[in-house]
C-alpha cells in the first residue's frame, strides 16, 4: 500500500483524543480556527453576553490572529463584550518580543474594539510566584469563584482555550516532568524553565480542563511524531503534557494540516 493510502483523509473528522480535523494545508486550518472563535463568540455572548477566551502563545496561532484582524472576520465579533486571557506568558515585560501579550496585541488587539479593562494579561513583569498568584485572583474574580475548583456552568469558565502543541508534548507552559502537569488545585503557576534559562506563568489543567471547548493548532512536518504519540499513543501526560488537557464538561478538537497528521493511522485502519 503506498504512502499516500496511509495518510489520513483531508478534510475528514475523525474520533481519537478528541475531535481530530486534517486540512490540505494551513491556510484552510486557520479560516476554519477563525470560524471556530467566531461561532463561539456569537454563542457566549447570546448566552451570557460575553465571551472569555484564552488566548495560545507561540508562533502556530499567530496567522489566526491576524486573519481574525481583518474586516472579514472582525466585523463578525462584538468585541465589546469578548474578555481575553492568556494560556501562559513568559516572565518579560509586556513590550518585549518574547511576551505572548504582545505578539496578540500586534497582530490582533490593537487592530480590534475591544475594551482595554477587557485585556487581561499576565503580569509578566512582576515577581513570577506573585505574578501567578495575581493572575489566579483575577481569574477567580471574573468568574465568581473565589474559593475551591473552577465550576463549569455558563458565564463560571473559559468559553475557548486556545492551545498549540510543542514538539516535545508541551502546550501553554506545561512542560514534561513539570509539577504543574499534576497540579490539583491551583489554577496558575510560575516555574522555571531550566532549558531555556527563563521563568514561566501557566494555567493548569485544573482550570483548561473546565472550559467549555479547547482548541488545540497543530501545523508543519516536524509536529508529525508529537500529534501521533499525543493522540494515539499512550496516556503519560508527565512525558506529554498535552495529554493532561481533557475538559470535564467540554469539547476537545484539534485541527491539524495534512503534514502534521502524517503519521496518524488513518480512519480506514481504525474501522471508521
Known amino acids: 500500500m503506498s504512502d499516500e493510502a496511509n495518510r489520513p483523509s ?15 494545508g494551513a491556510a484552510p486550518l486557520i479560516r ?3 470560524d471556530i472563535v467566531v461561532r463561539c463568540a456569537l454563542e457566549a455572548t447570546r448566552t451570557t453576553g460575553i465571551f472569555r477566551v484564552a488566548l495560545a502563545g507561540g508562533s502556530t496561532p499567530n496567522p489566526l490572529y491576524g486573519l481574525l484582524a481583518t474586516d472579514a472576520y472582525a466585523r463578525r465579533i462584538d468585541w465589546a ?6 494560556g501562559d506568558e513568559r516572565c518579560v515585560p509586556p513590550d518585549d518580543p518574547a511576551s505572548n501579550y504582545r ?21 509578566g513583569e512582576r515577581e513570577p510566584a506573585a505574578a501567578a498568584a495575581a493572575y489566579e485572583r483575577e481569574l477567580r474574580k471574573t468568574f465568581a469563584t473565589p474559593a475551591g475548583p473552577p465550576r463549569t456552568e455558563p458565564g463560571a469558565r473559559f468559553d475557548l482555550v486556545l492551545l498549540g502543541l510543542g514538539a516535545d508534548g508541551h502546550t501553554a507552559s506545561l512542560f514534561p516532568s513539570s509539577a504543574a502537569v499534576r497540579e490539583s488545585e ?13 521563568w514561566r506563568i501557566t494555567l493548569t489543567p485544573v482550570v483548561l480542563n473546565a472550559a467549555a471547548e479547547v482548541l488545540f493548532l497543530a501545523a508543519g512536518r516536524e509536529k ?11 496516556h503519560q501526560p508527565d512525558v506529554l503534557p498535552a495529554q493532561a488537557i481533557a475538559p470535564r464538561a467540554g469539547r476537545l478538537r484539534w485541527l491539524v494540516d495534512a503534514d502534521a497528521a502524517a503519521e496518524l493511522t488513518p480512519p480506514s ?3 471508521a
Do not use: C, N, Y
Open 10 to 24: 483531508v478534510g475528514r473528522t475523525f474520533r481519537s483524543a478528541g475531535d481530530v480535523q486534517v486540512f490540505d
Open 32 to 34: 476554519a480556527a477563525a
Open 81 to 86: 463584550r469578548v474578555e481575553v486571557f492568556w
Open 103 to 123: 505578539s496578540a496585541h500586534d497582530l490582533l488587539l490593537g487592530r480590534v474594539p475591544i475594551v482595554k479593562a477587557h485585556v487581561h494579561r499576565i503580569p
Open 186 to 198: 491551583r489554577w496558575v503557576i510560575a516555574h522555571h524553565l531550566a532549558a531555556a534559562s527563563m
Open 224 to 234: 508529525a511524531s508529537v500529534v501521533r504519540r499525543v493522540l494515539e499513543g499512550p
Open 269 to 271: 485502519a481504525r474501522g
